[in-house]
């Protein structure tokens, strides 16, 4: 499936796209019902993708057989603009998510490689991010090698030391 598995920069008129996005990256807990969707339009929520392409906004986004599937982003916030997974204005956030029928299939790993690249690129030396300690990806995320840095209720800030 990889063959044919494209991860590749947002264009501009695919920006909507993270609203999807943003809405699949909110982590529901097995047997829960799923949100509505208009979740994404509060501000603690909405402030992820609102205005996108703002300076030091990155993202990527998966492609597959010519269908967007799944989309990573970084965007920067700061001690009055915290998001869940805020460690200091100089360390970009992480937000991801791949649609939940194309989960586990490697999709995740080559946004989050191709993003962890970028940000090392650019001369970044850290990112972070907030994951509940239910989700599967948090176990992804630490064989990628984020770290445990703290814990808020059920959700786990993590940060990657960048090389």
Same mark, same amino acid.
């Given at each position: 499936?990889?063959?044919?598995? $494209?991860?590749?920069? $947002?264009?501009?008129?695919? *920006?909507?796209?993270?609203? +999807?996005?943003?809405?699949?990256?909110?982590?529901?807990?097995?047997?829960?019902?799923?949100?509505?969707?208009? $979740?994404?339009?509060?501000?603690? *929520?909405?402030?992820?993708?609102?205005?996108?392409?703002?300076?030091?906004? *990155?993202?990527?986004?998966?492609?597959?057989?010519?269908?967007?599937?799944?989309?990573?982003? &970084?965007?920067?916030?700061?001690?009055?603009?915290?998001?869940?997974?805020?460690?200091?204005?100089? &360390?970009?956030? =992480?937000?991801?998510?791949?649609?939940?029928?194309?989960?586990?299939?490697? @999709?995740?790993? +080559?946004? =989050?490689?191709?993003? @962890?690249?970028?940000? &090392?690129?650019?001369?970044?030396? +850290?990112?972070? =991010?907030?994951?509940? $300690?239910?989700?599967?990806?948090?176990?992804?995320?630490?064989? @990628?090698?984020? +770290?445990?840095?703290?814990? *808020?209720?059920?959700?786990?800030?993590?940060?990657?030391?960048?090389?």
């Amino acid at each position: 499936m990889n063959d044919s598995l $494209i991860v590749r920069p $947002i264009t501009i008129s695919e *920006i909507g796209f993270l609203d +999807k996005m943003l809405y699949n990256a909110i982590f529901v807990p097995p047997g829960n019902e799923r949100l509505p969707d208009n $979740i994404i339009e509060h501000p603690e *929520i909405s402030k992820y993708i609102k205005d996108f392409g703002r300076e030091g906004d *990155i993202c990527f986004v998966a492609q597959l057989n010519g269908d967007l599937v799944g989309a990573i982003w &970084t965007r920067h916030f700061n001690e009055t603009n915290k998001a869940y997974g805020f460690v200091d204005s100089d &360390t970009p956030e =992480l937000s991801m998510a791949v649609y939940e029928q194309f989960r586990n299939k490697g @999709i995740g790993t +080559k946004l =989050l490689i191709t993003m @962890i690249k970028a940000l &090392t690129d650019k001369g970044y030396r +850290k990112v972070s =991010l907030s994951v509940d $300690i239910i989700n599967y990806a948090y176990d992804l995320y630490k064989k @990628i090698g984020f +770290k445990d840095y703290k814990l *808020i209720g059920e959700s786990m800030t993590m940060i990657l030391k960048l090389k």
